[in-house]
């Protein structure tokens, strides 16, 4: 177990699950620097390349793995999180043993705490600029398949519009203070993976779809 956890504050409950990959090649490595106090930081838990699954924090317990960052009115996302490090570099895809296992975890969780799946998130979703975990590697649609992410759905394009995108991107749950630049590269890295250049209409009609369909107002919990 890690050492580097507190009490949730002001005794909020999670509703956030944070997915992160620990960018080293080794995962005992990373588990053994998640448990170090000198790190200062942790997960609640930790699954290997092989799919071994490690619970380092107690879930009802306030794990230090999204630092500064928001979600929607959320601030203090560690208060309101269950985080989960993925064993992987963020340079090559993630391997099926650990997608598996992720595939198990990840429902248990949801179930305990009532999480829907529009309230599972990257690191980079929540930290944008600051953080791009768990990458441009990571199997979303497998999740989205499996009932435990969201996607858009959207199926014509619109017209670019920086600042209707910036508005649906914010009700969705992208909050923090960043430039649209910055804003658009975390979009893309969760709902248009590998996509690059400027805002275009595709961008804007996949927020649009999203912000109709889950509005993070929709879940009742408050920071």
Same mark, same amino acid.
């Given at each position: ?8 504050? $002001? ?5 956030? /699950? /944070? ?10 490595? %990373?588990?053994?620097? #998640?448990?170090?106090?000198? &790190? @200062? ?5 930790? /699954?290997? @390349? ?7 924090? =107690?879930?009802?317990q306030r794990a230090w793995h999204a630092g500064a960052g928001s979600w929607g009115d ?16 963020? #340079?090559? =895809? ?5 997608? $598996?296992?992720? @595939?198990?975890?990840? =429902?248990?969780?949801? $179930?305990?705490? +009532?999480?829907? &799946? ?6 980079? $979703?929540? +930290? ?19 009932? #435990? ?16 995108? %910036?508005?649906? %991107?914010? +009700? ?7 430039? &649209?630049?910055?804003?658009? %590269? ?38």
């Amino acid at each position: 177990m890690s050492p580097n956890y507190g009490s949730r504050r $002001d005794a909020a409950v999670p509703d956030i /699950v /944070v997915l992160h990959y620990t960018a080293m090649s080794d995962w005992t490595a %990373a588990r053994n620097w #998640l448990c170090n106090p000198d &790190a @200062e930081v942790s997960a609640h838990y930790i /699954v290997s @390349e092989q799919g071994d699954v490690v619970q380092l924090v =107690p879930e009802d317990q306030r794990a230090w793995h999204a630092g500064a960052g928001s979600w929607g009115d959320v601030t203090d996302v560690n208060s309101r999180s269950i985080g989960i490090e993925l064993s992987n570099t963020g #340079l090559a =895809p993630f391997a099926a043993p650990l997608m $598996d296992a992720l @595939e198990v975890l990840l =429902p248990a969780i949801m $179930d305990r705490w +009532a999480i829907p &799946a529009s309230r599972v998130i990257a690191h980079s $979703d929540l +930290a944008p600029g600051r953080k791009i975990d768990p990458g441009a590697r990571f199997d979303w649609a497998r999740l989205v398949r499996s009932g #435990l992410a969201v996607t858009a759905a959207a199926t014509a394009v619109v017209t670019g519009d920086t600042d209707a995108f %910036a508005r649906d %991107a914010r +009700a969705i749950g992208y909050t923090a203070d960043v430039d &649209a630049a910055t804003l658009l %590269a975390a979009f893309r890295l969760r709902h248009r993976q590998g996509q690059g250049g400027p805002l275009d209409g595709w961008d804007c009609a996949l927020a649009a779809d999203l912000a109709a369909r889950f509005p993070v107002a929709k879940f009742g919990r408050t920071s």
